[in-house]
């Protein structure tokens, strides 16, 4: 079936948000005393905050004290990306290219509702997504398919008809088990961790409505 709507995640396929999720991460969690490394954060991709917390702060901190940790995470993070937004390379062009093919748009995302609309507002393109699922919106993180399937249900596009495209192998696994077209963005992920997609990218300016049109009727 011909794809008709295109699912992004947010971190790391529209903004380049590797070091200042990082930085934001080490920022707070040094706060408590609790040291934090590069890659002990590059094995907590596609996962929500919550199960993060759960993991590093059982010993630290107190479970009903984790939503305060992840508001301050996450406020920390946003102070940074304000300050010098990092688009990542071909997100505008391929938003419009897709939303001008007539193509539905959804975000799907582990991220805070706050997260999202300021990715959206700084790339300024918040009016072309008619659907934006996020944190708030699931009980259950990825690999889980739920985020997609919310998505693809507001839209109101069969999820064999919508193709996902994710930085994270976690991601690229909930896409599938929604029996979605998955796309991976290499990056934060090696072509090796995101080879069950059905496409591998090493940027977004290789996608465009063609690209997409032709994987669909690959895939189906």
């Not at 997609?197 to 063609?210: C, F, H, I, K, T």
């Amino acid at each position: 079936m011909p794809i008709q709507a295109v699912i992004f995640d947010v971190d790391g396929v529209l903004v380049d948000s590797y070091q200042a999720h990082l930085q934001s991460w080490q920022q707070m969690l040094a706060e408590h005393g609790i040291e934090f490394t590069e890659d002990q954060f590059r094995a907590t991709f596609g996962r929500t905050s919550a199960d993060i917390l759960k993991d590093l702060c059982r010993q630290h901190v107190a479970e009903n004290e984790h939503g305060a940790l992840d508001d301050r995470k996450e406020a920390l993070y946003r102070e940074i990306i304000r300050k010098e937004f990092p688009a990542l390379e071909g997100a505008v062009e391929l938003i419009d290219a897709l939303s001008t093919a007539g193509f539905a748009l959804a975000v799907g995302s582990s991220g805070p509702p706050e997260n999202i609309e300021l990715t959206l507002d700084c790339l300024d393109r918040a009016e072309k997504f008619a659907a934006c699922v996020t944190r708030t919106d699931v009980t259950r993180g990825k690999p889980d398919p739920q985020v997609f399937e919310i998505a693809a249900a507001r839209l109101g596009v069969p999820p064999a008809r919508c193709c996902v495209v994710e930085d994270a192998p976690a991601g690229v696994e909930a896409a599938n088990r929604a029996e979605m077209t998955s796309i991976g963005l290499t990056g934060t992920a090696t072509r090796a961790e995101l080879a069950h997609a059905d496409l591998v990218v090493d940027g977004l300016r290789q996608l465009s409505p063609e690209v997409i049109r032709r994987l669909g009727s690959q895939t189906c």
